[in-house]
C-alpha cells in the first residue's frame, strides 16, 4: 500500500508555501507560490485550488496516497465551520473556503488560522511538544496568539488569542484595530522599530535595535524595556486567566534570542505570585510551523 501524506498550504498575503507532509511530520516537498491577492480574492481562490490539485496529483505520481488537505491563512477564521470569517490580507469576507476547496478537489479539506495553526505545531512538534496548556505568540508585523488549552487550540469561533490587541495604553499610539495602545504598538518587531526611529531619527529595523540593546546603546535600551514590560503585563494577565505551563515566542522579534527571552523571564519572574510558573521558550520551528499546523490539521480532515 503507498504511504499517505497531506497536502499542506500555508497561505499569505504575497505568497503561499505549500507541500507534501508524510505521516511523521517529513516535509517531503515545499514551494513557494505567489498568492496572487493584487487580482482579487477571487484569483486567490482560483489559485488556491490549483495548487491543490497540483500537490495532490504529484503525490499520486510519488505513489502517495494524500489523505487530506489542510489550508491556513490569516484574518478571522472560523475552523469549525470551515468559513473565512474576515480576512483582510486576501479579501475574503464570510467565505465558505473549505465548502469551496472540497468541491474542486478530491480531498477532504480542513481550514484553520496560521498562527493556530503554528502554535499547533509547536505544541506537538516543537518547543513546546509534552505541554497539554501553551500559548504560542508570534511577535512580528503584528502580535498574533495561540492558545493551546488541554491540548487543543481554541479558536472562539475564529476570535481567540488576539493578545496583541490587549489594551495596554489608553490614548496611545493608533493600532490598525481601530483602537489606541494595543499591545502590538509597543512589543511588536515592527513597533519596536517604529518607537526607536521615531526617536533616534533615523530608520533601524527590530534587529537592528537588538543588536544596539546588546552594545549597550541607552535609547534602544529604553524602547526594548518598554516593549518588554508590555510583553510582561500581557503574559501575566494571560498566566492569570489560562495558567499555561509553557509560553513560546515566535516571529521575528524572538530571532534576537536571550536579548529578549531573559529579561522577559525575570520581568514575568519578578511579578509572579500566586500564579503557576510558566517556562518561556524560542520557538522551534521556524518558518516551518504554519506548514506543518495546516498538515497536522489536514489529517483530521
Known amino acids: 500500500m503507498a504511504g ?28 513557494l507560490y505567489d498568492t496572487g491577492r493584487e487580482e482579487g480574492p477571487a484569483a486567490v481562490t482560483e489559485r488556491l485550488v490549483g495548487v491543490v ?14 489523505s487530506g488537505a489542510g489550508v491556513v491563512i490569516p484574518g478571522i477564521i472560523d475552523e469549525d465551520t470551515g468559513v473565512v470569517r474576515s480576512s483582510a490580507n486576501i479579501g475574503w469576507q464570510d467565505f465558505p473556503l473549505r465548502r469551496h476547496l472540497a468541491q474542486h478537489t478530491d480531498l477532504p479539506v480542513a ?59 489608553p490614548g496611545g499610539h493608533p493600532c490598525g484595530c481601530g483602537s489606541r495602545g494595543c499591545l502590538e504598538t509597543i512589543a511588536s518587531a515592527s513597533a519596536v522599530a517604529r518607537r526607536y526611529s521615531e526617536r533616534a531619527g533615523e530608520q533601524a529595523s527590530a534587529r537592528e535595535v537588538s543588536l544596539r540593546v546588546e552594545a549597550g546603546d541607552p535609547l534602544a535600551g529604553e524602547v526594548w524595556r518598554d516593549a518588554v514590560e508590555a ?10 486567566i489560562c495558567a499555561p505551563t509553557r509560553i513560546v515566542l515566535g516571529g521575528g522579534l524572538a530571532q534576537s534570542g536571550e536579548t529578549l527571552l531573559a529579561p522577559l523571564r525575570a520581568a514575568v519572574e519578578k511579578r509572579t505570585t500566586y500564579h503557576r510558573p510558566a ?23
Open 111 to 169: 481550514i484553520g488560522h496560521d498562527v493556530r495553526a503554528g502554535g499547533l505545531a509547536e505544541s506537538v512538534l516543537g518547543a513546546g511538544r509534552g505541554e497539554s496548556d501553551l500559548l504560542f505568540l508570534a511577535l512580528g508585523t503584528g502580535i498574533a496568539g495561540a492558545m493551546i488549552l488541554e491540548g487543543r487550540p481554541f479558536s472562539g469561533g475564529g476570535y481567540g488569542g488576539e493578545i496583541g490587541h490587549m489594551l495596554l495604553d
Open 53 to 66: 490539485q497540483k500537490l495532490t496529483a504529484g503525490a499520486r505520481e510519488r505513489g502517495l496516497r494524500p
Open 279 to 301: 517556562r518561556i521558550v524560542r520557538a522551534a520551528l521556524g518558518d516551518r510551523a504554519g506548514l506543518l499546523g495546516a498538515a497536522l490539521l489536514g489529517r483530521t480532515a
Open 4 to 31: 499517505s501524506c497531506v497536502v499542506a498550504l500555508d497561505v499569505g498575503g504575497t505568497r503561499m508555501k505549500a507541500g507534501l507532509v508524510g505521516e511523521d511530520a517529513q516535509v517531503i516537498t515545499e514551494s
Open 231 to 240: 510583553l510582561a503585563t500581557a503574559l501575566l494577565a494571560y498566566m492569570t
